[in-house]
């Protein structure tokens, strides 16, 4: 059988990284199977599930954990399978004038309605005329079957104005 490992690691960036990760993952006969992995500033962080023979685990995870390199941190555990409640999967974009306080209040009120953040990414980037901040999230979002969706939207639709913010849900504007 096969056991799954959670990786949380961040360093400073330089080549070489994942290259040093994923040979030890290798070398114990594992395999890396999905990752969330950026450069941010100047540090590299990333997320990954590798899987391993069960007989390999330990030992994988003792090496991984004895990994050191300066600005090296990392943390291994083992993944805790939990079943999956099916729900509606829904994108949740939002784009607007930087300021604080937008993921605050987004993700307060995804999880007031019961919504669950599958996925969440967000950025920073320049207006292309005036130079402006401009924040950007993409959330990838699973709807609770019990969720009243006409008021979901139009609370979201409200929250959008509260905040100045342009939000789309499935590619539709609130």
């Given at each position: 059988?096969?056991?799954?490992?959670?990786?949380?690691?961040?360093?400073?960036?330089?080549p070489?990284?994942?290259?040093?990760?994923?040979?030890?993952?290798?070398?114990?006969?594992?395999?890396?199977?999905?990752?969330?992995?950026?450069?941010?500033c100047?540090?590299?962080?990333?997320?990954?599930?590798?899987?391993?023979?069960?007989?390999?685990?330990?030992?994988?995870?003792?090496?991984?954990?004895?990994?050191?390199?300066?600005?090296?941190?990392?943390?291994?555990?083992?993944?805790?399978?939990?079943?999956?409640?099916?729900?509606?999967?829904?994108?949740?974009?939002?784009a607007g004038?930087?300021?604080?306080?937008?993921?605050?209040?987004?993700?307060?009120?995804?999880?007031?309605?019961?919504?669950?953040?599958?996925?969440?990414?967000?950025?920073?980037?320049?207006?292309?005329?005036?130079?402006t901040?401009?924040?950007?999230?993409?959330?990838?979002?699973?709807?609770?079957?019990?969720?009243?969706?006409?008021?979901?939207?139009?609370?979201?639709?409200?929250?959008?104005?509260?905040l100045?913010?342009?939000?789309?849900?499935?590619?539709?504007?609130?």
């Amino acid at each position: 059988m096969k056991s799954d490992l959670i990786i949380v690691f961040t360093c400073p960036d330089r080549p070489g990284v994942v290259e040093h990760l994923t040979s030890v993952v290798v070398k114990h006969g594992g395999n890396w199977e999905e990752s969330r992995l950026a450069r941010l500033c100047g540090d590299f962080a990333g997320i990954a599930r590798v899987s391993a023979a069960d007989a390999n685990v330990e030992q994988l995870s003792q090496e991984l954990k004895s990994l050191a390199w300066p600005g090296l941190t990392l943390h291994v555990k083992s993944a805790e399978t939990q079943a999956h409640v099916p729900c509606a999967m829904a994108k949740l974009q939002c784009a607007g004038a930087d300021h604080e306080g937008i993921v605050s209040r987004i993700t307060a009120f995804l999880a007031k309605q019961k919504i669950n953040v599958e996925e969440l990414s967000t950025a920073v980037v320049p207006a292309p005329t005036t130079g402006t901040p401009v924040f950007q999230m993409s959330c990838l979002v699973g709807l609770p079957e019990s969720i009243e969706y006409a008021e979901m939207v139009e609370s979201l639709r409200e929250l959008g104005r509260e905040l100045a913010v342009d939000l789309t849900l499935d590619g539709q504007a609130l």
